[in-house]
Every structure is written in structure tokens, then in C-alpha cells.
């Protein structure tokens, strides 16, 4: 799976822009992206705590940048990719590895994955 390449969608309370949803599983701090609007939309319906959060689409490597940049001031080190309760596997990957994908200078670019 190379999320790079495929929009984004992250959960946001238009009440409080900038928030984003976190998981945090032993050392590790996660923020969560979907890359099917569907998945994110069904995450809110399973999942009392983000209730009132809408899908948000991240298409452009400059979205998805400013996400990244949000992440690590939350504490974040991973993306935790179409996570769901439940489902025992969800791609992860290094913030600082998805950094360097969406840099346009690598044409080599490798799924962070």
C-alpha cells in the first residue's frame, strides 16, 4: 500500500479546527487517517467518541504536509492508516517517512509502509 499516493481523509470537529484523533498504543503515539471516505465515516458510526467528527479530504501533498506537521505537535510519531476497531492489522507508518515520500524531489519514491 503506498497511502502517499491516495487522498487522505482525517476526522475534524468544525467547532475546533485543528483537533485531530490520536491512539496511543505503548510508546507509540498514532494519528489516524483513512485513505476510503467510507472507512472514516464508518469509524464515526462506531465510535461514540467521535461522534459530531466529518470526513475531511487531504489531496495534495501540501494538505497532507500541514496534517503531518499538526500530528507531531499532538505528540504523534505514526500514521495509523483506515484503523477500525476490532481488525486486528492497520498500516502504520513513520511521520518522518511520509515527510520524505511527499517531498517531490525523490523520484524514487519508496511505500513508507
Request: glycine share 6%.
Amino acid at each position: 500500500m503506498d497511502p502517499v499516493a491516495k487522498p487522505w481523509y482525517i476526522l475534524e470537529d468544525e467547532k475546533r479546527p485543528g483537533e485531530h484523533l490520536t491512539l496511543t498504543a505503548g510508546d507509540t503515539k498514532y494519528v489516524l487517517a483513512w485513505t476510503q471516505e467510507a472507512a472514516a465515516a464508518a469509524f464515526v458510526l462506531g465510535n461514540p467518541a467521535a461522534r459530531g467528527l466529518v470526513p475531511s479530504k487531504l489531496d495534495t501533498p501540501a494538505l497532507k504536509a500541514t496534517f503531518l506537521e499538526a500530528a507531531r505537535r499532538l505528540g504523534a510519531t505514526h500514521v495509523l492508516f483506515d484503523y477500525q476497531p476490532g481488525l486486528h492489522q492497520a498500516p502504520a507508518a513513520p511521520i518522518e517517512a511520509l515527510e520524505q515520500a511527499l517531498t517531490p524531489s525523490d523520484p524514487q519514491r519508496k511505500d513508507p509502509t
